[in-house]
């Protein structure tokens, strides 16, 4: 049931032309391959022999992938369509945490990533091709393009480890629906090879299947409700006072409110912004809880009184299930 909260006004932001916000949601990009770096110098080489020579480090690399994918890799996985479409539909939300088998997995946002090597070519989509590197993509004669060297996806560790160091295994790519059942690439033991192997290339996986995962599908993908924006009031007529307050209801959906911002243009030109995130702006942003409706009020102000600005003030939100939701109020000053 949707909750009112009892306060006239849960929180009310007064913009002024110095408002600012210094914290931006970002991903993490994967790294450089090793045809981005200029090398000169031989160096993280992982040998298989008792000796090291130099040699020419990006023809060792092409050498090594000719070598895996001739010896290593021997499969395609080839999706049927309802098996696409229900990956897909999985992969535009990328769950932020979900438990299988022993483990507790928890998504990748920040910090160092690292790839690996697949032991079989995945079949790409518009999400999941985020995390396959463009270096090493394959194409069939019908176009369809598969990775064998995924970015790290999800950071996991054993459920009943809750030590301050737990030891964290590696998911690569994201979950792929197949045969029934759910899959995910999860990090193996390097595999020794007849020849020295840059240190880029050492990050081995394998799919492994997510036992339980088809609940957390359904929460995320057939459950999970978006939030919703109700400006309550935005002025259809100018306005003729030195400022205006608008009034809106956001209702959080079916998971705590993430995320607030308050974008303003200001006679088209970028004027002011704000916004919070859960987590990190906690202490000056209430962040609403599940099935809860809050009042808010905004304060826009002309400040230089022979001035008659017009002001665009865009809202967005998003909830814990990275579902969004925006809405928009112009408000024009008059004398």
Not at 212 to 221: D, I, M, P, Q
Request: glycine content about 4%; aromatic content about 16%; some cysteine.
């Amino acid at each position: 049931m949707t909750k009112i909260t009892d306060a006239t006004f849960a929180f009310v932001l007064v913009i002024s032309i110095a408002l600012a916000s210094t914290l931006i949601w970002f991903r993490d990009e994967p790294n450089l391959t090793e045809n981005d770096i200029e090398i000169t110098e031989v160096s993280q080489i992982i040998s298989n022999s008792t000796t090291t020579t130099e040699v020419d480090i990006n023809k060792l690399g092409d050498n090594f992938l000719a070598y895996y994918k001739a010896n290593r890799i021997n499969n395609y996985v080839v999706f049927k369509y309802e098996e696409a479409n229900k990956t897909l539909l999985l992969n535009k939300r990328e769950p932020k945490y979900f438990v299988f088998n022993n483990y507790e997995c928890f998504r990748k946002e920040r910090g160092t990533v690292h790839e690996a090597l697949l032991d079989e070519y995945l079949e790409l989509n518009e999400a999941n091709d985020y995390y396959a590197d463009s270096m090493h993509i394959v194409i069939d004669e019908s176009n369809k393009r598969y990775g064998y060297f995924l970015t790290v996806s999800y950071n996991c560790k054993f459920l009943d480890d809750n030590s301050d160091y737990p030891e964290w295994t590696y998911l690569y790519g994201l979950p792929f629906y197949q045969n029934g059942t759910w899959w995910a690439y999860i990090e193996k033991d390097w595999e020794p090879v007849p020849m020295d192997v840059p240190i880029w290339y050492t990050y081995l996986a394998t799919r492994t299947e997510l036992e339980g995962f088809e609940s957390t599908y359904k929460e995320w993908v057939i459950d999970a409700l978006p939030p919703e924006i109700d400006m309550l009031d935005c002025p259809a007529e100018e306005i003729t006072e030195d400022s205006y307050e608008i009034k809106f209801n956001i209702n959080t959906g079916n998971a705590g409110l993430a995320y607030f911002g308050t974008f303003i243009q200001k006679d088209g030109e970028n004027y002011s912004r704000a916004y919070f995130e859960k987590g990190f702006n906690d202490d000056v942003f209430p962040f609403p809880e599940a099935n809860t409706t809050t009042l808010y009020g905004q304060l826009i102000e002309r400040y230089v009184e022979s001035e008659n600005p017009e002001f665009k003030i865009e809202l967005i939100v998003r909830n814990d299930y990275d579902l969004y939701a925006d809405s928009v109020c112009v408000i024009k000053f008059s004398k």
